[in-house]
């Protein structure tokens, strides 16, 4: 049985891979190159992949991007970062950013609420650009 949960969550999948594929269609070098250098910002390397979607989270946040905030919150669940390890990301996030990030820490919150309600991490989402 599917909800507005789970529609949020596939929504958003969805709109983002069709939407890169898009992109990606096009012949431009610029565009693809700043995705293959996105995607390769996040393999693991000195630091852990786990460590690098956190940091992500945290910079999305404080930017007040919610498309990629949503993103991370999906690519942190499934490297392994629990509730608690989220919450001290997100009170990161607040001590740098200040009060203007609540709004964002909502809705981060409730996107994670919904990839938790479905039971399932969300569905692969490459190339990696946001």
């Known amino acids: 049985m599917s909800g507005p949960a789970d529609d949020r969550v596939k929504e958003f999948t969805d709109f983002r891979v069709r939407m890169n ?3 990606l ?4 070098q610029v565009v693809r190159r700043f995705f293959a250098l996105d995607t390769q ?3 693991a390397g000195a630091l852990d992949l786990k460590t690098k979607e956190l940091l992500g989270l945290v910079a999305s946040m404080v930017l007040r ?5 949503s993103y991370h919150i999906a ?3 499934d490297a392994g970062v629990n509730r608690d390890e989220f919450f001290e990301a997100f009170s990161v996030a607040l001590v740098v950013g200040g009060s203007i990030v ?3 820490l909502r809705r981060g919150v409730d ?5 938790e309600g479905q039971g399932a991490h969300a569905p692969a989402q490459p190339p990696h650009a946001h």
């Open 102 to 104: 609540i709004p964002h």
């Open 41 to 43: 910002t996040y393999k």
């Open 75 to 77: 690519q942190c669940k």
């Open 111 to 115: 996107f994670h609420d919904q990839l």
């Open 25 to 28: 269609g096009q012949d431009n």
């Open 21 to 23: 594929e898009r992109i």
């Open 65 to 69: 991007c919610d498309d990629c905030i």
